[in-house]
């Protein structure tokens, strides 16, 4: 590769200025490869085709009404070569993601992949099976769970392990260990996990099941030039969701347990790609697990779902850590999503250029930012190096560089750039009707959109039509000519969260919001959240203006755990808390009751079987300023 074309390669595919997008797909299917590119693509589709043992036929899963929860073959369009309407990259990443079935890893290692967004890993103990990360659904893990038992033997399920608390890694829990049947087998998962497996559902969570149909492309086809993948599994699944909580917490680096004769020595990375996540060894069959620390991807620092900034540059070190622990210990490294990496001297190179490529982020953000640049201008500017850019592992398939330096910026700075231009802006539609009163009206502003689409500038377009929909959300011309110009975004991006995120937009322009389709939760995850963390979720829901003037006080007391009471206050619009023991002297009510009679109660069910003392009515005052989220709001329109 000459060095132009180098150059071209780094700014196109590793993010300068276009970032993961902004090229037509035209543009994008003839992007030059790194070198050596055709050779590590061979090894990837011969590492992820190795071990097959066999498929699910058909890939389909449903639930117990019979509704499809998840479809593997609706991905067969992928076997076709790329079509103009995808970038080639994400083409080949998809399909190397959509291949599913029971693969042999090594002695007595077993994965099921391309049933869920998640790997589900089985190791092969004395007297049974040991489940790692049993996917989001209980429908696809009993599904993976079955497809292993078919061909390795009817072993019960003798461990559970959870890597870490995001739901693709242990939702699908009640599929492997349905009720009862978890009595006396351990579940290990790292230290703070059930905290951190419920408190994103508790503040913020309907905003990010909201977001997360655009991140995963949930309502859109599956076709090529629909949705063909998120770059890190092909979508998530649609069944029951539990929680089991674990029996033995994993507190620190080196820590050893024997589960079912097998031994695992753990390496905790917590404040990498979860708060509370954990890499383990397995020694005598020289094989570890890198969790979600290491994939085939680059992973995001900031997640565009919406969550709190992940570190990159402890991601990085413990990156380091897992090198020094691990190298020459190891034949196969395995992880919690796509194929597995065999050979020492492989693994060790996909773990230093993994741990560089997350501190070369971190570290280049910072420096542009002492520089004075702001997160949008170090976006724009960073280049990875070509031997960082180079790597098919590397690639922006899930995480781009373009957002990810913007969520390290974000870490350090804040959403404030500094300038006070920026300091009180007006909110999005008042702000549009301004443009577009200033740029001639709707008409002008319209044929200007058009001419930056015909110069190829999609990104401006896009500024100007988004101005446009916002000032006149009736205006079909301006949301039919926005649709068009993501739709050439989308499928010209590298990136498949982008890519789903503007067809996503496209579709909801033309089509309007759909109903969302959701997982259901259960019973299990209600009862995991703690009863702080209860009163959490209805502080967040008060109506603050309705409740400016509403003053209360009440006991919620809940004997079975520890006789405590947790005292609650409503006034200024803010409900707060304390808990001891003691009763509240001032409290307007005092409810006794069990935690399934409390959960019962904030549904809205009563307060049948709840002692009461004093003025019930207060609740139904309380209850009356709590609002109601909604799954449903627009995104693309006001």
């Known amino acids: 590769m000459t060095p132009m074309n180098r150059r071209h390669f780094v700014a196109a595919a590793a993010g300068a200025a276009a970032a993961a997008v902004a090229l037509s797909p035209e543009a994008a299917s003839a992007l030059p490869r790194p070198e050596g590119a055709e050779a590590a693509a061979k090894g990837d589709f011969e590492n992820a085709d190795r071990g097959f043992v066999a498929a699910l036929e058909p890939g389909v899963v449903k639930n117990a009404e019979g509704q499809v929860v998840w479809d593997a073959d609706a991905y067969e369009f992928l076997e076709k070569d790329a079509p103009k309407t995808a970038h080639k990259s994400l ?63 009817d072993r019960p399920v003798t461990g559970l392990i959870y890597t870490h608390p ?11 260990l349905p009720k009862g049947a978890e009595d006396g087998v351990p579940i290990l998962a790292p230290d703070g996990f059930m905290e951190h497996a419920v408190s ?27 949705q063909i993948g998120c770059g890190l599994g092909q979508t998530v699944s649609l069944g029951s969701i539990g929680l089991i909580p674990p029996t033995r917490d994993i507190t620190e680096t080196g820590q050893t347990e024997t589960v079912d004769g097998v031994r695992f020595e753990f390496q905790m990375t917590p404040g990498t790609e979860a708060a509370a996540e954990m890499n383990f060894l397995l020694p005598e069959l020289r094989a570890v697990c890198m969790a979600e620390n290491a994939t085939h991807t680059m992973h995001n620092i900031i997640t565009l779902r919406g969550a709190q900034v992940r570190d990159a540059r402890q991601w990085a070190h413990y990156l380091g850590e897992s090198v020094v622990l691990f190298g020459g210990k190891v034949d196969v490294a395995f992880a919690s999503h796509h194929w597995p990496t065999w050979g020492g001297e492989f693994i060790v190179e996909l773990l230093e250029r993994q741990r560089d490529l997350y501190a070369y982020m971190h570290d280049q953000t910072l420096r542009m930012i002492n520089l004075g640049m702001t997160g949008r201008e170090i976006a724009e500017e960073i280049e990875l ?33 500094g300038n006070p231009a920026h300091l009180w802006e007006h909110p999005p539609v008042a702000e549009a009707k301004r443009y577009v009163r200033a740029l001639g009206g709707r008409g002008a502003t319209l044929a200007k959109a058009r001419g930056f689409v015909r110069d190829g500038d999609l990104r401006f377009a896009a500024t100007l039509l988004n101005h446009l929909v916002f000032a006149d959300p009736r205006s079909r011309a301006a949301k039919s000519e926005l649709a068009r110009v993501y739709d050439r ?34 019973a299990d995850m209600l009862m995991a959240l703690s009863v702080d963390q209860l009163i959490d979720s209805v502080a967040v829901r008060i ?14 007391s809940l004997p079975s755990l520890g006789g405590r009471v947790w005292h609650l206050t409503l006034r200024h619009g803010v409900l707060t808390y304390r808990s001891d023991t003691e009763a509240d002297p001032e409290a307007g009510v005092r409810l006794t009751m069990t935690k399934p009679q409390l959960l019962a109660m904030l549904a809205g069910k009563g307060l049948g079987g709840i002692g009461v003392e004093g003025d019930a009515s207060l609740l139904a005052e309380l209850l009356a300023v709590v609002g109601k989220p909604d799954p449903d709001f627009p995104i693309v329109t006001p």
Not at 105 to 134: C, F, H, K, W
Not at 204 to 222: D, E, I, V
Not at 510 to 520: I, M, N, P, Q, Y
């Open 91 to 153: 083409w080949r990443q998809s399909q190397l993601v959509s291949k599913q079935g029971l693969y042999k890893v090594t002695d007595r290692i077993y994965q099921v992949r391309g049933l869920d967004l998640s790997n589900m890993t089985l190791v092969e103990g004395d007297a049974g099976v040991i489940v790692i990360d049993p996917l989001i659904s209980a429908e696809t893990a009993a599904a993976a769970l079955k497809l292993y038992r078919k061909h390795r033997g």
């Open 489 to 522: 975004l989308g499928q010209g991006s590298e990136n498949a969260v982008w890519r789903n995120f503007y067809l996503t937009g496209a579709q909801e322009l033309r089509e309007g919001v759909r109903g969302a389709e959701t997982s259901v939760s259960s």
């Open 166 to 176: 995001h739901v693709d890694h242990f939702g699908g829990c009640r599929g492997v």
């Open 385 to 417: 190096p070509p031997a960082l850019a180079g790597v098919w592992a590397n690639r922006g398939y899930y995480g781009s560089l373009s957002h990810n330096v913007k969520g390290i910026y974000q870490r350090y700075m804040g959403w404030f750039d």
């Open 543 to 556: 109506d603050g203006p309705r409740a400016w003037d509403v003053r209360l006080r009440m006991d919620w």
């Open 200 to 226: 994103e559902n508790v503040y913020a969570g309907t905003a990010m099941q909201r977001r997360s149909g655009y991140m995963y492309g949930a309502q859109l086809p599956k076709s090529a030039v629909g």
